[in-house]
């Protein structure tokens, strides 16, 4: 059973514009959710995360947007610049500490 | 910074051969993971470690993995019998509680031959 939900699959943006990753998980026990920015050759690196009791976070060009009765949380990238260009997961993590990955989204920004 | 040390970089192994793919977390962690990811495709969850134990495992990480701490800084995942499908990205990753970040290593490309 896919427990997080990850579309679209590819994005390609022309800079300076918003890309939009969307996210939707199965399970209301999951209480943590980050994402995660993966370049080529490199592991999965932290961007930016947010509890269920938050609505919205902000850090910098990075926005998370949840919606709590949806099960719905999605990735804002404000002002894209081609360096943002790389791979992006979504996860939720249970109580029990395990990291449920969505399928990713390969994003390209044009310069 | 304090980040997490995988060692190889890449391998290379012969199918039916044994490979130990080694992970040092950050020092002070207690909770840590592997995962694996194929070539173009998702991440996927492999087992997590706590408190010298195995605390859970998908259905990949079957009797051919296994996981060890020897050291209380190594964090070892042993296959014992490799196979073609297993040639992927292995990712090991550590937090330190309940609601921090897990931090990720650099990988180490498994390609079974």
């Known amino acids: 059973q896919q427990q997080v939900k990850q579309s679209p699959q590819s994005l390609i943006v022309q800079k300076g514009g918003i890309s939009i990753i969307n996210c939707a998980y199965e399970n209301t026990a999951f209480d943590y959710f980050p994402w995660y920015q993966q370049f080529p050759g490199k592991g999965p690196a932290l961007l930016i995360a947010?509890?269920?009791?938050?609505s919205e976070k902000k850090e910098g060009r990075f926005t998370i947007s949840f919606n709590k009765s949806a099960k719905q949380f999605s990735l804002h990238i404000m002002d894209s610049q081609p360096g943002d260009s790389a791979t992006y997961f979504c996860?939720?993590?249970?109580?029990?500490?395990?990291?449920?990955f969505g399928t990713g989204t390969s994003l390209t920004v044009i310069p | 910074e304090p980040e997490v040390t995988q060692t190889p970089s890449h391998q290379v192994t012969q199918m039916g051969q044994e490979v130990i793919l080694r992970c040092v977390p950050i020092s002070n962690h207690l909770y840590f993971y592997w995962y694996r990811q194929i070539l173009g495709q998702k991440v996927e969850f492999l087992v997590s470690?706590?408190?010298?134990?195995?605390?859970?495992k998908s259905e990949i990480f079957d009797d051919q993995f296994s996981v060890e701490r020897p050291d209380g800084s190594n964090f070892t995942l042993k296959i014992r019998s490799t196979k073609l499908e297993d040639s992927a990205m292995y990712f090991c990753?550590?937090?330190?509680?309940?609601?921090?970040?897990?931090?990720f290593g650099q990988g180490t490309r498994l390609t079974v031959v």
């Open positions: 990753a550590s937090k330190g509680d309940v609601y921090t970040e897990a931090f």
């Open positions: 996860a939720s993590i249970s109580p029990g500490n395990q990291f449920y």
């Open positions: 947010i509890r269920p009791d938050v």
């Open positions: 470690f706590y408190n010298n134990e195995i605390s859970e």
